[in-house]
Nanobody, 125 residues
Framework: VQLQASGGGLVQTGDSLTLSCAAS????????MAWFRQAPGKEREFVAS????????YDEDSMKERFTISRDNAKNTIYLQMNSLKPEDTAAYYC???????????????????WGQGTEVTVSS
């Protein structure tokens, strides 16, 4: 299984950015996919997830208002549309996959079986 995250970069406060994660080596449509992020010196934290049913979950209300996770099963790819970016969104963003996760564990990074390499997002003030 391989997960390839891309789309990160250096942006300014208030800008938008879309991250992509292309998956291979798995039956993509059966997997719950997620985005996590890790800022320097901090633990990896949950951002959003999307089930095979396309039901979604987000970490905080404020994130739900600015971020949108989606999936394209035909392309084996998930996306994270990020709007109104803030300096505190600066982090390495990782995609993750699991086909055995339960709802109560969606936000638990240890519940995911596969991880991508991360893509860096830097938001300048």
């Amino acid at each position: 299984v391989q997960l390839q995250a891309s789309g990160g970069g250096l942006v300014q406060t208030g800008d938008s950015l879309t991250l992509s994660c292309a998956a291979s080596g798995l039956t993509f449509r059966t997997y719950t996919m997620a985005w996590f992020r890790q800022a320097p010196g901090k633990e990896r934290e949950f951002v959003a997830s999307i089930r095979p049913s396309r039901s979604t979950a987000y970490d905080e209300d404020s994130m739900k208002e600015r971020f949108t996770i989606s999936r394209d099963n035909a392309k084996n790819t998930i996306y994270l549309q990020m709007n109104s970016l803030k300096p505190e969104d600066t982090a390495a963003y990782y995609c993750a996959a699991s086909n055995t996760i339960i709802t109560s564990s969606l936000r638990n990074r240890f519940a995911y079986s596969y991880w991508g390499q991360g893509t860096e997002v830097t938001v300048s003030s």
